[in-house]
């Protein structure tokens, strides 16, 4: 019960997940809007932009491994589209097959983690500045607990102006509306989805500089829960819409330190799901999502 | 097919039960019990089980559900907490932090048959609300209902019972099970092989009946399915139910090959690897399910085993070592995902009609379903 003596530090740390959780969000919102497909890996591409950047500040200065992990984890997401999704895709493979290669892909990539890590959890390497502990209303924190929430709310105001006022967005919004015809209507379909991926594992990438900050381990499984997490928060602010998935991140985010809060550190994870299941039974489309139709 | 063809491969499939039983027999008499190979057919059979049960929903019913690890988690619990003898619940040797509020204690089968009925019951509540939706929200919400069901188990209030966090051991496992009305041990290996098998035989009877009929009808199209009559909701809660059911012996099974369960065991990565199985065997075949198992626990637990020794590095490269393996291992699962979406078996079932086929002329449109 310490969240009723002394709730800022919990509100806090919410917050700041919150944040970090968004930026991933982003990543399923946005595939799901285009391809109707849970990118199941998507949360073992944040992790594994842990591992670049535990390995790579190693041996390089800071200022060049951060570039690199963004650019190294931006390559991962395209790769995953070309060779796991793209290939099904022009198959025209049923839905659940492409959602089994993205199971299959996430399998790989935590594998592949296990195998370079060794099983064990790396330590992840302080960064200059947002590691700095401050101390803000009492409570005493890391600076990345403040600077994500901004950080987050800049990154999607400016994705937002980027999905409005640019051609390639403008060619998102198309592809995520109707494939066929906007593929009819001479939009490199294939270009507008390694786009979108290129976006997410970008968002997936900074998402993870501020998350391992915070948490200061890597293991291969620490992309799991946080992605299933995303996922719902994207559910939850209806998927495809990128406010919405912010929304939610933030949502469970905060709900989340508050339970631990309140004590009860195992009904954390559940919460999440919960939240998702009655979201899923009484508002399937979620707060801003758009009602489809099915047409038989 | 005529009633006597019908007899006389009933007939085959009798004999080869009983030399398999035979087999295995005279193995478990002849050979050390410490072997691989045993470690590999009784994980294989609990395995085979299970992708069968899962088989059943994503295969024959087509509802996309990844929540079986949470019932094989139901299922081992109820059968560690109820095989507990008394005497061991009382001590301090299992339930250490806790007073174990389960004062009795059960046969073996008859806590498999719990452990089944269990998982059957929570199945039936969760998929109340849950088989209302569609394909990959189904799937989200299943996995969902599975990760509360692990938080429940580990939650500090269910202590006299679930023993908390911690680890369940000292019930029946597989060493304890006995011959009836005698003290010989029964062979761990056949018994794995009778369970998993029965409830095999149960779930292909199952979709060779008309029940199963009304299942493929709904995978085919739901719509068209509840055109002809077929109650939609009914037949997947049936089907949901029916696949918690036999995941919740596998998971009792497990506990028995395991000799400790604990909650924390039974993650997401569990149901993804049964999904896997199923896939590389081919969704829609049992028999695809069940070789693919046993491929999959043979390639994962030994066969694939000399990738993670660094004493067979050639060349002085230090590629090999622990870990390896699972790479290799997941770029094959990928190469089968991606190259050969039919698994094994895609879609038919292995038959004797089958095997002979490459042997005998080949006859055009006889199809070896029957």
Redesign the interface.
Known sequence: MQFLQNPMPYILAGISVGGQYALIAIGYTMVYGIL???NFAHGDVFMVAGVFMVFLSASLPLGLAIPLVLVLTVLLGFVIER??YK??RTRN?P???I???A??????L???A??FT??LAKVYPQLPWLSDTIEIFGAVTKRVTLITPVFTIVLVVALVMFIRHTKIGMAMRAVAKDFETSRLMGIKVNSVISATFIIGSFLAAVGSLLYFTNYASVTP?SG?MPG?KC??AA?FGGIGSIPGAVIGAFVIGISENIIKGLGWT??S??F???L??VI??VK?TGLFGEKATDK? | MNAVKGKKRSLYTGCIIAALIVVLVVMELTMKSTSMVFTLLKKGAIYALVAVSMNLLNGFTGLFSLGQAGFMLIGAYTYAILTMPVSIKLSDSVYKYYDCAIGFELGVIPAMIVAGLLAAIFAALIGLPVLRLKSDYLAIATLGFAEILRAIFQWDAMGPITNGANVMRQYQDLTDIKVPFTDIPFPPVLFCFLVSGLCIGVIVLLINSSYGRAFKAIRDDEIAAEAMGINLFKHKEMSFVISSFFAGISGALLAMFQYTVQAAQFKTAMTYEILLIVVIGGIGSISGSCISSFLFIACNEWLLRFLDESSNNILGLTILRSGFRKVVFSIIIMVIVLFFPKGIMGDRELSLDRLKRPFAKKEKGVDAHG
């Open positions: 109707r497909l849970i060779v796991a290939p099904l493979a839905r659940m097959s959602m089994i290669s199971i299959g892909v996430s399998y790989l935590q594998n592949c296990l195998y060794g099983g499984t799991g299933l996922f719902v559910v195992t009904f994870d559940a999440t799901f919960a998702l299941i899923l039974l399937p038989v």
